[in-house]
């Protein structure tokens, strides 16, 4: 007679938009897959997250996930997480691993960290799933169990794309292409980017995503004169289709915790270019994977750009590396029986 499967429940109260939001969407419909699990997802009220989970065949309820003055929704969300009898609760980023109390023998609880967040949202969990080395050392130093912190990275969207049309966008076709792709946000550091632009003379950049700096962003864009060369495409769902169709991909951020954009980079052959932040400066080798710039050093990201742009040879041998990375140690396969190892882990320990 088999084992009754494990109850997890998968708690996100996520942007309407973003990629921690996409990947939570990825992983859990991937773990729906598993016979051994039986998962529900509770999320904050998006519609389309919540078709986009129900159409893979996950149990999905949407809630408020309101402030802390929202008593009724958070009673609502607790109520509905102790009638489904979870074995284990895991909870993504700061507001609802806040809301999601303590198991206390209920369940053991999960905190999940993206970013180097602060950690006194996450001291209640029993576990803790950093998404990098770094993050699982942040939360070490920060007093965390080590023997309980789990390192276990993002996957990509493997889901095979085509190109779109170059010239999509009123774009040149005989250009060379960039993309970069984000949350418009000051962390990501786009402004090092176009800074970096002026000196790619011919390049063509396609930026897509939206957030608080988009209005600084532009107005950069028009004092440094490169109206012309720079298309802000707001946020899009097709980022890895943009991906099979520019040239190189690069990723200029201040601080990043390393989500998903640097995989798909790799699942989708498109060769590299990052600034030695947290996340991407842990995952990249230089010269193998990808090519690593200085933070802050607009000089230095061009140069880089430029040695991509004009060397066919060293584009091809950063997607050879890029996809035996991906391949050895960040697919779908891989991560997912990574997570499925951790519940069993949690379970027997119990």
Known sequence: MSAAPLRIAQVLAGAEHGGAENFFVRLV???????ELLEKAFIRNHPHRINALRANGVDTAG??????????????????????????????????????????????????????????????????VGISRGICQHMIDG??????????????DETPVQPIARDSFNTPLDRPLILSAGRLHENKAFDVLLQALVDVPNATLWLAGTGPE??????????LGLDGRVRFL?????????????????????????????????????PIVATDSQGPGEAIT???????????????????????????DLKQELIAGGTRVY????????????????????????
């Open 143 to 156: 007093g965390m169990p080590k023997e309980r912190v789990f390192y276990i990275p993002n996957f990509a």
């Open 286 to 312: 230089d010269g193998v994977s990808g090519l690593i710039t200085p933070v802050d050093d607009a000089r230095a990201l061009a140069m880089a750009i430029n040695r991509v742009l004009d060397n066919d």
């Open 63 to 128: 809630f408020r996930f309101g402030g802390k003055l929202d008593v009724i929704g958070h009673w609502q969300y607790r109520r509905a997480l102790h009638a489904f009898r979870p074995d284990i609760v895991m909870t993504w980023m700061g507001r609802a691993s806040e809301t999601t109390p303590a198991g206390k023998g209920r369940y053991m609880l999960v905190n999940r960290l993206g970013h180097y967040y602060n950690l006194k949202y996450y001291r209640h969990a029993d576990y803790w």
């Open 29 to 35: 419909s991937a773990l729906g897959e598993r016979s």
């Open 214 to 223: 988009e209005t600084n962003l532009k107005a950069l864009c028009n004092r």
């Open 327 to 350: 391949a050895e140690g960040y697919c779908r396969a891989h991560i997912v029986e990574e997570y499925v190892k951790l519940y069993r882990h949690i379970m027997a320990n119990r």
């Open 234 to 270: 707001g946020w899009r769902n097709d980022v890895t289709a943009l991906m099979r169709t520019a040239d190189l991909f690069v990723c200029p951020s201040r601080h990043e915790g390393l989500g998903s954009i640097v995989m798909e980079s790799w699942a989708h052959q498109c």
